[in-house]
Nanobody, 126 residues
Framework: QVQLVESGGGLVQAGDSLNQSCAAS????????MGWYRQAPGKERELVAI???????AYAESVKGRFIISRDDVKNTLYLQMNNLKPEDTAVYYC????????????????????WGQGTQVTVSS
């Protein structure tokens, strides 16, 4: 069965960096779009970054220039490098697999995403 297992979250100070990973199994990783999403307390889940099967990427405006999404199709692993973290980045971060080769950033995440990881907490203190 499909499994998405995130790691790398934690408690950091503003300005610090974190590198999150998502180990995928149970499907042909290379042919699917993948993404990172987050949900802060009291807020709706939102897109952070996506990477399509061909390697094209898209980011939320709030993280552009600070976060980098990447994938290793040999290791079946998705990454999110988070730099210059801010308190407003505090959230549970979810790895997700799309329904096909691409994810449209403008599409509802509940339409785009077929599978979710369990989520990891990232807390940024000021």
């Amino acid at each position: 069965q499909v499994q998405l297992v995130e790691s790398g979250g934690g408690l950091v100070q503003a300005g610090d960096s974190l590198n999150q990973s998502c180990a995928a199994s149970g499907f042909t990783f290379s042919i699917y779009a993948m993404g990172w999403y987050r949900q802060a307390p009291g807020k709706e889940r939102e897109l952070v970054a996506i990477i399509n099967s061909g390697g094209s990427t898209a980011y939320a405006e709030s993280v552009k220039g600070r976060f980098i999404i990447s994938r290793d199709d040999v290791k079946n692993t998705l990454y999110l490098q988070m730099n210059n973290l801010k308190p407003e980045d505090t959230a549970v971060y979810y790895c997700a697999r799309g329904r096909g080769a691409t994810i449209s950033p403008g599409e509802s995440l509940w339409v785009s995403v077929r599978y979710w990881g369990q989520g990891t907490q990232v807390t940024v203190s000021s």
